[in-house]
């Protein structure tokens, strides 16, 4: 497979990049759990079949201490015992929010009501812009075909 576009090496798409990555920083730097973050990061990337994503943020998160069992089970978070209910409600949050073309009513009242009630009004913040963000990554490295395997933890650091 051959990347569509270099979008590091064209001026308009690597402003732009400046500004994801700083707005990933800044959801970084917030009070949501990091695991929590690496979890939501992987889930979105499995349902969007961003394969660039997947292999940064799992290894990102093995490098800051994840567990393999736990990289392996996110696909299968409802039915694994690995996860606390925290995790649990934002990675729900994760895949109401990434698939809103399949609810005609997007995020369920349930769904938010759960991830508000593990999570303090600033932490939702995060999660919901880190939701938003993930999702736009993937949609620039499936759209441009950027290849999966080449990510090194600390790479865009």
């Given at each position: 497979?051959?990347?569509?576009?270099?979008?590091?090496?064209?001026?308009?798409?690597?402003?732009?990049?400046?500004?994801?990555?700083s707005?990933?920083?800044?959801?970084?730097?917030?009070?949501?759990?990091?695991?929590?973050?690496?979890?939501?990061?992987?889930?979105?990337?499995?349902?969007?079949?961003?394969?660039?994503?997947l292999?940064?943020?799992?290894?990102e998160?093995a490098?800051?201490?994840?567990?393999?069992?736990?990289?392996?089970?996110?696909?299968?978070?409802?039915?694994?015992?690995?996860?606390?209910?925290?995790?649990?409600?934002?990675?729900?949050?994760?895949?109401q929010?990434?698939?809103?073309?399949?609810?005609?009513?997007?995020?369920?009242?349930?769904?938010?009501?759960?991830?508000?009630?593990?999570?303090d009004?600033?932490?939702?913040?995060?999660?919901?812009?880190?939701?938003a963000?993930?999702?736009?990554?993937?949609?620039?490295?499936?759209?441009?075909?950027?290849?999966?395997?080449?990510?090194?933890?600390?790479?865009?650091?």
């Open positions: 497979m051959d990347i569509r576009l270099d979008y590091f090496g064209n001026s308009a798409t690597a402003k732009y990049m400046k500004y994801l990555q707005a990933g920083k800044v959801l970084l730097d917030s009070t949501l759990p990091i695991a929590t973050q690496h979890l939501v990061e992987i889930r979105a990337s499995q349902i969007n079949g961003c394969g660039f994503c292999d940064m943020h799992t290894k998160a490098h800051a201490g994840e567990t393999s069992l736990r990289l392996n089970l996110v696909a299968a978070w409802r039915e694994a015992t690995v996860f606390t209910e925290a995790e649990r409600a934002a990675l729900e949050l994760t895949e929010g990434t698939r809103l073309a399949d609810a005609a009513g997007g995020v369920t009242d349930e769904a938010w009501a759960d991830a508000a009630k593990h999570h009004e600033d932490q939702l913040a995060a999660l919901v812009s880190l939701i963000l993930i999702n736009t990554w993937n949609r620039l490295n499936v759209i441009t075909r950027q290849p999966a395997g080449g990510y090194e933890p600390g790479q865009w650091a």
